[in-house]
């Protein structure tokens, strides 16, 4: 009996190694992609004039890809210590990673902008400060002293 099965031993044998070695590479090849977080660099002005229409933009990336196919980018804008009041505008994908909004600061006033990504199973947010108009040092210094209002703060980067 085991004398009629044996030439069909050696060809299952191959076929079982071969898939079990191509199941192990995925699975390094999956892991190796989990390492490299997406990356939001936004690009505003560290200053701008009161009332000028501003391009804000964020650029995403995942190791040295840029990352073209993000579930949402919206970027939440708001003067320092009245985030409740704040404005929330979905971003459009203009080119290599470049996720763009308009927007023009309304007063003299410190503003912060964060943008919210969620791509590629991550969720991202970083923030930048925007100092709009006559804002004096002192003023700009006690926030920088302070890593920003303590009404605004919040976990800036976590992933899923």
């Avoid at 590479?25 to 000028?52: C, K, R, Y």
């Avoid at 006033?109 to 004096?136: C, F, N």
């Avoid at 009404?151 to 899923?160: A, G, I, T």
């Amino acid at each position: 009996m085991v004398k009629q099965f044996a030439p069909l031993l050696v060809p299952f044998s191959a076929l079982a190694l071969l898939v079990g070695c191509g199941d192990e590479s995925g699975e390094e090849q999956h892991a190796g992609n989990l390492l490299e977080i997406v990356q939001a660099d936004i690009q505003a002005p560290e200053t701008v004039e009161v009332g000028e229409e501003m391009d804000l933009s964020v650029l995403l990336t995942q190791g040295s890809e840029t990352v073209e196919d993000a579930f949402e980018v919206v970027f939440e804008i708001w003067k320092d210590g009245e985030r409740n009041d704040g404005v929330l505008l979905e971003a459009e994908h203009e080119a290599e990673g470049a996720y763009d909004v308009v927007y023009t600061f309304e007063e003299d006033a410190i503003y912060l902008v964060q943008t919210h990504v969620s791509a590629r199973d991550m969720h991202v947010m970083p923030k930048k400060m925007v100092v709009s108009g006559e804002v004096a040092e002192e003023d700009i210094q006690a926030f920088l002293d302070s890593d920003g209002s303590s009404n605004d703060v919040e976990e800036s980067q976590h992933h899923h």
